[in-house]
């Protein structure tokens, strides 16, 4: 179990606070750092995945398999 916190601070009163931890699943969460939309991105492939996963095996996927997905499409290199 991996436990996150953080705390919601503005720096002025008239800036918002964008959400910074999702929740991908009802035991996966993850938490972004840097431009929202890369994250968000990557959290809408990870929501895919999990869907995926659990409607062809009906389970719940692993952590680290998942990472492991994740791992992949991140670090392949693509040549034009």
């Given at each position: 179990m991996?436990?996150?916190a953080s705390l919601k601070r503005s720096p002025s009163k008239l800036?918002?606070?964008?959400?910074?931890?999702?929740?991908?699943?009802?035991?996966i969460g993850v938490?972004?750092?840097g431009l929202?939309?890369?994250?968000?991105?990557?959290?809408?492939?990870i929501r895919g995945e999990i869907k995926k996963h659990t409607f062809l095996y009906d389970t719940t996927i692993?952590?680290?398999?998942?990472?492991?997905?994740?791992?992949?499409?991140?670090?392949?290199?693509?040549?034009f």
């Open positions: 991996i436990v996150i800036s918002s606070f964008q959400e910074k931890i999702f929740e991908v699943d009802n035991k938490a972004v750092s929202t939309a890369d994250g968000t991105t990557m959290i809408d492939f692993e952590g680290g398999r998942l990472v492991s997905i994740v791992a992949r499409k991140t670090q392949v290199r693509r040549y």
